[in-house]
């Protein structure tokens, strides 16, 4: 890694959240928006606040991890929540699910700001982002969300490396996505199978397994671990096998492949990909 550049970077990050003067942060409180938080403080102060919003389809101990560290960090926090399972068109989990989800949470999140005098609205978004399949982006854009790491030119190894040098607990913390985003496209997304997904994902987390993914197959589970974890996953396979056969899988499979960003995309069709990258540029 080029440290003068990753130097520059920062520096750059610095000058445009100075640019801004008074912005709210869309905190979830992993690696991303962690870092734009803190540095949002750092170079703003009190013009900053945090707004964490309680989701159907997240765990609610991330929830209430945000609220803790924002309050650790000494930043103002603003909690709110956000209903996913009413709207029709994020229940029929279509390749575009994300846009609709996206675009009800980044809606009601501008109407904040502008009801709290807060004219940016931030997220955590970087550069890695644009190189996968994000329905999300193109409704971060229409919303005129500002992303200050992309703008910044900051990558997911920078963030962590950058996280790290300022104590921030998150430096390692795993990827996370939305549990909806383990359900195959096509099937409706209900409200059991995402607490099948955070059951089944926590317990393998409990196993001090470090980065976890279930897929949701209907009665089958697909287990994605790191691929220096998979023997892992043989040596505790009985005590797995049991846990999420009583979570209602009738069947509990290893992906060869191991973990992976965007393993549901991959049945896309490089045009649906294509579409969707254009519209969110």
């Known amino acids: 890694m080029d440290m003068q550049a990753l130097r520059d970077k ?36 009190d013009q900053v606040l945090a707004v964490t919003a309680a989701s159907e389809t997240f765990p609610s101990r991330e929830f209430d991890a945000a609220v803790a560290l924002a ?3 000494g930043v103002k926090l603003y ?7 009413e709207n029709a068109s994020f229940v029929a989990n279509n390749p575009d699910r994300c846009y609709h989800c996206k675009t ?17 609205l931030l997220d955590g978004s970087n550069v890695d982002d644009l190189g996968d399949y994000r329905p999300g982006l193109q409704a ?26 300022l104590g921030l607990s998150t430096w390692n913390k795993p ?6 985003s383990r359900i195959p496209y096509g099937t409706k997304i209900e409200r059991y199978k995402i607490d099948q997904l955070d059951q089944a994902e ?6 001090g397994f470090y980065q976890v993914r279930v897929r949701h197959h209907d009665k089958i589970a697909r287990i994605e671990v790191m691929p220096d974890e998979i023997a892992k996953v043989i040596e505790h396979r009985d005590a797995i096998h049991a846990k999420f056969t009583k979570l209602g899988f009738s069947y509990v499979t290893l992906d060869l492949q191991g973990y992976r960003t965007g393993s549901m995309n991959e049945v896309l069709s490089q045009s649906t990909k294509d579409k969707v990258k254009e519209a969110s540029l």
């Open 71 to 73: 309050e650790e960090m």
């Open 104 to 120: 009800g949470l980044y809606t009601h999140l501008q109407q904040l700001a502008k009801e709290l005098d807060y004219r940016f």
């Open 175 to 180: 990827s996370f996505a939305c549990l909806s």
């Open 79 to 85: 909690k709110t929540e956000v209903k996913e399972l």
């Open 202 to 207: 926590f317990f393998l987390s409990q196993l």
């Open 140 to 165: 971060k854009n229409e919303q005129g969300v500002r992303s200050v790491l992309q703008e910044a030119g900051l990558k997911k190894d920078e963030i962590r490396a950058l996280s790290k040098e």
């Open 10 to 45: 920062d520096r750059r990050l610095g000058d445009i959240l100075q640019e801004m003067g008074r912005v709210m942060v869309a905190f979830s409180g992993g690696v991303d928006s962690t870092f734009v938080l803190k540095r949002a403080r750092q170079e703003l102060g």
